[in-house]
């Protein structure tokens, strides 16, 4: 029989924002859960943050811990700058002073009276407590006791039957470290629900953690994998994008770089709520072009954010001082945030996060990402990464986002391939650098190959990047080799920047 889906009020929150958010506002009150995950997965933790956020609302909570010492959690607890302090605990060590030393001689006690005892004084202290919150970690501890499945399954179900009038919410802890034929279906169909941890080791870097709540009755929660990180001050959980959630109204008027020609390409410039791709070899303009835009943006008073993978920040900052573009007074002021990510440390999700927390919590409304490549090196499953960047490039497009995707090529010369990474499709608009030879030099040429919001030039032009800023040439038409990925400049030189200093 199907249960009516649960109303905000009955939730009870984890105290772990993201977790709240994929669990549409908490965990259902009163009810019997298992978070299931292998050692090291941050169950620990989550359980602690659990109680936590009972013992601020003023709730009784109580740990009841078989696997850990009391001293071994108080320990975990500092390492997050927690206390402990009204929290209650019970552990195995309680257990044995009770039954005695004799507990532990199997020829005065067999297994059916340790389990027996253990679990009326774990319930002897649920009664004196009356707790609203209980963790009771781990269930590997109660299936040793029970010695087999039939009688563990009928403990379970007799803790679920106890705790089913007294209101409260429990986690059961299990570290999967049985055989898995200990562990069928059943403990699944016993529980509200589940909520599974995982983690996973890379060939570099730290390990990955992920999440996913395999089921719980009632609640229209997110489905699939989140990734979480634990770090200093708790876990931190990052929901799974979705971008169909997030569609707002917005005007999708063309915005400007303060250089009328550059805006031409693309009929007047980007337009809001498109994703434009800047790509080609590098040292060929890319970045120099998106952080034109950004200063303009950032002159007429909009919030702009740059995540940035390549380079330093000290380094992108002297890089555009060297144009003409101071972006020191705009990072003073707030209205520019540069953000450093590292690669190596960082999950596609907690990313997808903290471009969503950009947009919505600081109102970013151009947005740069220097570089694809840094974003293709934090995640190394290639058919998920697509997935997820075209999703999150989705989500950024409903939310009136003007876009600028910077994506490097490999050598200095190259094809007319926008890259390994087939990611053309996604961008909206897609503006090609390439180097090209003329009299004697080494000169930059852009031009823009597709554009969805309209009109574009088809034309060739030269790029000029100095301490004045961006110039660009008018078309230049004589070319050959443009194919091959080597175009050579075969025409009126006077067509050319700077062409009177040529030698």
């Known amino acids: 029989m199907g249960e009516p889906m649960q109303t905000q009020s009955s939730r009870i929150t984890t105290g772990i924002q993201g977790l709240d958010q994929i669990l549409r506002g908490g965990f259902p009150q009163g009810r019997l859960y298992l978070l299931e995950g292998p050692p090291g997965s941050g169950k620990t933790t989550l359980s602690l943050q659990f109680l936590l956020e009972g013992l601020r609302r003023g709730e009784r909570c109580l740990y009841i811990t078989l696997s850990e010492t009391a001293e071994e959690l108080r320990e975990v607890a500092t390492a997050h700058g927690w206390s402990l302090d009204g929290l209650h605990l019970f552990e195995l060590g309680s257990a044995e002073d009770a039954l005695g030393n004799g507990r532990l001689q199997s020829v005065l006690h067999s297994w059916e009276v340790e389990l027996d005892e253990t679990v009326n004084l774990i319930l002897g202290e649920v009664e004196r407590i009356r707790p609203s919150r209980v963790v009771f970690d781990s269930l590997s501890e109660l299936r040793l006791l029970s010695q087999d499945s039939l009688r563990y399954r009928r403990q379970i179900l007799a803790l679920k039957q106890f705790f089913a009038p007294k209101s409260a919410t429990v986690f059961l802890v299990d570290d999967l470290t049985s055989t898995s034929e200990d562990r069928d279906g059943q403990l699944h169909s016993l529980c509200h629900g589940v909520l599974s941890l995982e983690r996973l080791t890379l060939d570099f870097g730290p390990a990955r953690r992920r999440l996913q709540v395999q089921k719980l009755r009632g609640v ?28 707002e109204q917005f005007d999708g008027t063309a915005v400007g770089s303060g250089v009328a020609e550059i805006d031409n390409l693309l009929g007047g410039g980007p337009l809001r709520g498109t994703c434009t791709l800047l790509t080609g070899p590098a040292g060929s303009g890319k970045t ?3 952080l034109q835009y950004i200063w303009a943006a950032c002159e007429r008073g909009e919030q702009c954010c740059i995540f940035e993978f390549d380079e330093r920040v000290g380094t992108l ?7 003409d573009i101071d972006l020191h007074q705009h990072l003073a002021s707030g209205r520019l945030e540069i953000m450093q990510m590292d690669p190596a440390d960082i999950s596609p999700g907690e990313f997808s996060w903290n471009i969503q927390k950009a947009v919505e919590g600081r109102g970013c409304s151009v947005l740069m990402i220097d570089s694809l490549n840094g974003y293709v090196a934090a995640m190394p499953q290639e058919k998920q990464l697509m997935l997820q960047l075209h999703e999150m490039l989705s989500y950024l497009n409903q939310k009136g986002v003007v876009t600028f995707l910077v994506n490097p090529q490999h050598g200095l010369v190259g094809s007319m391939s926008t890259g390994n990474l087939n990611v053309s499709y996604i961008a909206d608009a897609v503006i090609l650098f390439r180097f090209f030879e003329a009299q004697g030099r080494i ?9 969805r919001g309209g009109a574009h030039e088809d034309t060739i032009r030269e790029l000029k990047i100095d301490g004045r800023g961006l110039a660009l040439s008018g078309p230049l038409k004589e070319f050959r080799g443009i194919l091959t990925g080597t175009p050579e400049f075969v025409g009126d030189s006077a067509a050319l920047l700077g062409h009177s200093h040529a030698g």
């Open 220 to 247: 229209d929660f997110i489905a699939g994998y989140h990734d979480m990180v634990i770090r200093a001050g708790g876990l931190e959980v990052f929901p799974r994008l979705i971008a169909n959630q997030h569609h």
């Open 288 to 290: 120099n072009v998106a």
């Open 317 to 323: 900052l002297a890089r555009a001082k060297s144009l």
């Open 443 to 451: 000169r930059k040429a852009i031009s823009v190959i597709k554009n």
